[in-house]
């Protein structure tokens, strides 16, 4: 009779604990009013525009500036890993050459001897200035391997989903490789 009853308060546990998430999850941006304030930025002037510095700090600035919109974030800093760099794919040119040969010898046997030539070289562009340069094919961007943001406004677990789910959409890399933390907080030490 002591497995029923301690199996109900477990159920029981467990469904006050279910219920009291739900409940910080909903009330959760009403414990944290930030003060509104006026951003006189137009969206546009904010737009990415991936040239000039590298691509990795351009994209890093463009997420910093896209998440100081969002109402009751500020301070943002934006940090990116990436599994590997950018990689460039040339065109290439491939010249193959074969030649066969039969050879008899005295005796009545043959040989056949094939000699195969293969040369790969770099499509080259000639420019205005006379100077050449390499056919260009595709640029592969890194692949990004997780997300850190830091920002006013990560105490607020609504604010919070925001910008993990904006970082995951804009991405495509799952919640558990972004990273969304509170801006200047005190560490107690004295």
Partial sequence: ????????????????????????????????????????????ETL???????????LARALEEVLEHIDGISNV????????????IYARAYDESRRNTLEQDREGGTREIIDLNRRESQVLLREGGGGEKALLLKENMPEIKGVIVVAK???NSFLRLKVVRAVQSVFNIPVHRIAFLPFGMETGKQ
């Fill in 1 to 44: 009779m002591t497995g029923k009853g301690e199996k109900g308060k477990k159920g029981l546990f467990l469904l006050l604990l279910l219920s009291l998430g739900i409940i910080l999850m909903f009330a959760g941006p009403f414990m944290y009013i930030q003060p509104k304030t006026e951003k006189t930025r137009n969206v546009q």
């Fill in 48 to 58: 990415p525009v991936l040239q000039g510095q590298s691509y990795e700090a351009e």
């Fill in 77 to 88: 800093r934006v940090f990116i890993t990436y599994y590997s760099s950018k990689e460039a």
């Fill in 153 to 155: 406004g990560a105490e």
